[in-house]
């Protein structure tokens, strides 16, 4: 599985936003760190396909995600920070449910490949629940089953930590982890987490709508904590 | 002296009111929707029509026997008055200072037939029954261009919504207080606004990113 940028220019009216003359993204877990506002999750929305780029193209293995973004966003799945914005039904199971509606027609294979998606993630008892009564962290658990329900190739996820916490935040992580490796999905995550963009294979550090450097975990994050202390500090405590 | 202090109330559950069914499986919650929505629909044309307090009167005490029968909560069905008693109460002082107290009687106790139907309804009819049925309704306008998958994809995202807003409302005014701004306008509904535009938004992105654009 290949996601490829080729001469990718995002411009809002006369502004870049990003630039990305040419990369090939071929590691199972990558990780996108940089700034606010630097083009993070810019770079991501253009591998599903919710940005178009003004120039250049991105594909994913192969498929365009302008001339067949509806196939590629069947492949490359997202996650959001804030799962309250993803969740639309009154409960998990029929969110995840929804998920389906198009790929599978029966009702009652629906269910079940819903409910086996929520056992999967751990959340199996809260199927019925309403979903505006759980925890920031079962909220985004929800949201992930609502994409991995799809089986997709690619998972996109933009800051999916941000809004939990710490126990939540390792939880999430911890079955990312698994289901990604047991299931073979390609991980892409935007993160101002650095403990978890280290576990990555790869990363890219992306700021002033470039991709500033590209490599080994620990040495693009040490790139971005030089480039980002102020000056005389050597980031110690 | 020891400071007594009232008991703190509980926060309230925002989405008691909407897309919240009461559980249990009674009779009601087995009857299906299109029946109960078109048992509401004659129910409230007979309410209003008849403009008879006692036949409001009569058709209120026959919700609650009716609830009870489908063992829902009594509390669940009468916690809609607890949030909407502001406007009852202007709805019968307006009635009382230009109509008469009979006329007063006739409106409120309709209003209160109507409400208090649907929310029966609500509460034992999931929100994805419900839709399902506007579904149905207006499949037959699709050679008019209507897009009934659309339509109710919108109510669902509109009804999802409401729980959201209430607690983005509920943050604004804890926010404009903080800031000593109780009773600024401004200060209370500008942030509820930038909210509403932002979850708008990212609703959109994410049901985009789901491939979800209809419930066809």
Known sequence: MTIAFRQVRVLAGERELLAVPRLDLTEQRISVIGPNGGGKSTLLQLVNGLIEP?????????????????????????????????????????????????????????RSRARACLDELGI???????????????????????????????????????????????????????????????????????????????????RDGRVAADGPPAEVIAAYRAQSMPAGDDGKV | MAIRRRAPRPLPRRDEVFGRTAPGDGFLHRTPAGLKLLGLATLTLIVLLARQPLLSLAVIGGLLVLCAAARVPAGMLLSLLRRIWILLAAVLAAQLIFNDPLTAAEVLSRIL???????????????????????????????????????????????????????LSALAGRQARARGLERDLRARTVPLLLGAVAYAQDTGRALAARGIDDLD
């Open chain 2, 113 to 167: 037939a109507c409400l208090l139907a649907a929310q029966l309804m609500i509460l034992t009819t999931p929100p994805m029954a419900l839709l399902e049925v506007f579904r149905a309704l207006l499949r037959p306008m699709r050679p008019l261009g209507a897009r009934p998958g659309r339509a109710a994809l919108a109510a669902l995202v509109m009804l999802r919504s409401i729980p959201y807003l209430a607690d």
């Open chain 1, 124 to 206: 199996g008892e809260l199927a019925g629940r309403s979903s505006h009564e759980l925890s920031g962290g079962q909220q985004q658990l929800v949201a992930l089953a609502t994409v991995l329900v799809q089986r997709p190739a690619v998972l996109l996820l933009d800051e999916p930590t941000t809004l939990l916490d710490l126990a939540n935040a390792e939880l999430f992580t911890a079955v990312v982890g698994r289901l990604a490796a047991e299931h073979g999905i390609m991980v892409l995550t935007a993160t101002h987490d650095l403990q978890l963009a280290a576990r990555a294979e790869r990363t890219l550090l992306v």
């Open chain 1, 54 to 110: 003004a120039e250049g193209t991105v594909t994913v293995a192969g498929k365009d995600t302008v001339a067949e973004g509806t196939a590629v966003r069947r492949r490359a799945g997202f996650v959001f920070s804030n799962p309250q914005a993803q969740l639309v039904m009154p409960t998990p199971q029929e969110d995840v449910e929804l998920s389906l509606r198009r790929s599978v027609k029966d009702a009652a294979a629906r």
